[in-house]
C-alpha cells in the first residue's frame, strides 16, 4: 500500500504513490470520510524517476487531437456570440 501524507488547508489535500496501468487508468484510495460522498478531484502528476514524458511529434499529436476531438457524448451544444454580442466600450483616449 502506497503512504499517504495529509497536508492541513482549507481543503484537503492527500499526496499519495500510485501506478498508472497501460489503459490509463489510475486507482486511488480515498479515506472512510469520504465514502458516498460527491467530490472535487484535482490532480497534479509527475513521473517517480523525476523524467518527463517524451514529447509527442507533429502526427502523434494530431492522431491524439482526432481521436479525442468530439469524445464526450453529452458535452451540450454551445452557441458562440458573434461581434454584435459584446458591448461596446469607450476608448481610453
Same mark, same amino acid.
Given at each position: 500500500?502506497?503512504?499517504?501524507?495529509?497536508?492541513?488547508?482549507?481543503?484537503?489535500?492527500?499526496?499519495?504513490? +500510485?501506478?498508472?496501468?497501460? !489503459? =490509463?487508468?489510475?486507482?486511488?484510495? @480515498?479515506?472512510?470520510?469520504?465514502?458516498?460522498?460527491? /467530490?472535487?478531484?484535482?490532480? +497534479?502528476?509527475?513521473?517517480? !524517476? =523525476?523524467?518527463?514524458?517524451?514529447? @509527442?511529434?507533429?502526427?502523434?499529436?494530431?492522431?491524439? /487531437?482526432?481521436?479525442?476531438? +468530439?469524445?464526450?457524448?453529452?458535452?451540450?451544444?454551445?452557441?458562440?456570440?458573434?461581434?454584435?454580442?459584446?458591448?461596446?466600450?469607450?476608448?481610453?483616449?
Amino acid at each position: 500500500m502506497p503512504s499517504q501524507r495529509r497536508v492541513e488547508s482549507a481543503m484537503r489535500y492527500y499526496e499519495t504513490n +500510485g501506478h498508472v496501468g497501460p !489503459n =490509463g487508468d489510475l486507482w486511488i484510495r @480515498m479515506p472512510s470520510d469520504y465514502f458516498n460522498a460527491d /467530490v472535487d478531484i484535482r490532480i +497534479g502528476a509527475s513521473n517517480a !524517476n =523525476g523524467s518527463a514524458p517524451a514529447p @509527442m511529434s507533429r502526427e502523434e499529436w494530431q492522431e491524439f /487531437v482526432k481521436r479525442t476531438a +468530439g469524445s464526450i457524448p453529452d458535452f451540450p451544444e454551445v452557441e458562440r456570440a458573434g461581434p454584435e454580442g459584446f458591448d461596446r466600450r469607450e476608448s481610453l483616449d
